[in-house]
């Protein structure tokens, strides 16, 4: 079946742009997590769905940032006024439940550049 | 906190060498554990896990074993192909810390015929 799909693949923005990243997660998977992924590092914690509602946005590194999934299904991840220091790889992960045990399947990575 | 301290790399081994990545953890919790693999040019995929103390983890000639006593979760394997290059991830998730995995810095694996 379908995996993890993640819109664009490639995001070049200007310094101070607003940029959208899309995450379709597993269907019937009901908990969906972004991760940003810097080079040479490995992925961080930016926040936590369990269905429509962020269970835990505790890893959003400030207010720029912003995700919603308001169907329970589909996420947007939203930046304002980016910086140059934005730019990484952001990674989109989805499982069937939620809890310690539930494996993860990650999306291919949107990999955003500010220039 | 709650955090994963993984071998650095980069690691390269001839074919058929024997592997070991370290993986040692802090976890205030019961957490599950978590080998990821990411091959070039592709997402990150799951490997093996371990959910309780001194459980194998294994899949595809890779092992890991869940030590409670040493909190390590090392990543074996006794004969490494070149098909398993690629960035390999430790990781541990707890239900007290929301859910979230936190994942080591990766270990980038490169193996010569």
């Known amino acids: 079946g379908a995996g993890v799909s993640q819109t664009p693949s490639n995001k070049v923005t200007e310094k101070g742009k607003y940029v959208e990243l899309r995450c379709d997660p597993i269907s019937g998977h009901t908990a969906l997590y972004w991760y940003r992924q810097s080079l040479g590092q490995g992925p961080e914690f930016l926040i936590y769905f369990q269905g429509t509602g962020a269970a835990d946005d505790s890893g959003l590194p400030n207010d720029r940032f912003f995700a919603v999934r308001p169907e329970g299904s589909v996420s947007t991840l939203k930046i304002q006024r980016t910086e140059r220091g934005d730019s990484a790889v952001y990674l989109c992960?989805?499982?069937?439940?939620?809890?310690?045990?539930?494996?993860?399947?990650f999306g291919p990575g949107t990999r955003l550049t500010v220039l | 906190g709650d955090s994963v301290t993984q071998m650095e790399g980069p690691v390269t081994l001839s074919e058929e060498a024997f592997l070991t990545i370290n993986c040692t953890y802090t976890?205030?919790?019961?957490?599950?554990l978590f080998w990821y693999v990411q091959y070039p040019g592709e997402g990150l995929q799951l490997l093996l896990k371990?959910?309780?103390?001194?459980d194998k983890g294994s899949n595809k000639g890779f092992e890991a074993t869940y030590r409670k006593e040493t909190t390590s979760f090392h990543l074996e394997k006794g004969s490494v192909q070149v098909s398993d290059s690629a960035v390999y991830f430790c990781?541990?998730?707890?239900?007290?810390?929301?859910?979230?995995?936190?994942f080591g810095t990766g270990t980038s694996l490169t193996v010569i015929p």
């Open positions: 371990a959910t309780k103390a001194d």
């Open positions: 976890a205030t919790g019961y957490p599950s």
């Open positions: 992960a989805s499982s069937l439940g939620q809890g310690p045990y539930n494996e993860q399947f």
């Open positions: 990781a541990l998730s707890a239900s007290n810390t929301g859910n979230q995995f936190y």
